[in-house]
């Protein structure tokens, strides 16, 4: 009786294996992680759009589009695969300032993650403004997303740091 896996040789089974084992290494309970991507620069949280009248019109607009901009720039700059269509789960990290009239003690705390960062922006804005900034150049769209785990954290270095995992298998 002959096994279904056949090789030719066993260097073609050394490879399969080692090609298994470093896809198995890259699932976790989230799943495959598609991407791992660094935003430079302090997190912006998503603004709201700001109203004006002009010759008794209405008008809309956003404050923030410059920086909405740098956001995508950015990503296209580190993502240049397909955009992803599957359900996926999204990891950030949002390294925040400390502020200058910090002791340094605190400031070594704060580094620590042993003093949370719970001041603004609040952490649901800064989320949605990635999501944002990722539509239609990581994923097709943020409905996508299942499942997101986000956290603030103070830091020297600010940015934002984003993985994104395909759904588990």
């Known amino acids: 009786m002959s096994s279904p896996l056949c090789f030719s040789s066993t260097n073609d089974l050394t490879r399969r294996i080692h090609e298994l084992e470093s896809?198995?290494?890259?699932?976790?309970?989230?799943?495959?992680?598609?991407?791992?991507?660094?935003?430079?620069?302090?997190?912006?949280?998503?603004?709201?759009?700001?109203?004006?009248?002009?010759?008794?019109?209405?008008?809309?607009?956003?404050?923030?589009?410059?920086?909405?901009?740098?956001?995508?720039?950015?990503?296209?700059?580190?993502?240049?695969?397909?955009v992803l269509t599957e359900p996926l789960s999204i990891d950030i990290i949002f390294h925040m300032p400390i502020p200058k009239s910090t002791s340094k003690k605190k400031a070594k705390l704060m580094l620590t993650n042993e003093i949370k960062h719970t001041k603004k922006p609040d952490i649901d804005n800064l989320v949605k403004a990635v999501l944002d900034s990722c539509n239609s150049i990581i994923f097709r769209d943020d409905s996508q997303i299942w499942q997101v785990n986000a956290k603030k954290m103070y830091g020297e270095e600010l940015r934002t740091e984003i993985n994104i995992y395909t759904a588990a298998v």
């Open 23 to 82: 896809r198995l290494a890259a699932l976790n309970d989230k799943g495959l992680k598609v991407a791992e991507l660094i935003i430079i620069g302090q997190p912006q949280a998503q603004g709201r759009p700001r109203f004006s009248t002009r010759n008794n019109r209405m008008r809309a607009f956003d404050p923030h589009k410059d920086k909405k901009c740098w956001m995508k720039l950015q990503l296209m700059e580190q993502y240049n695969k397909h």
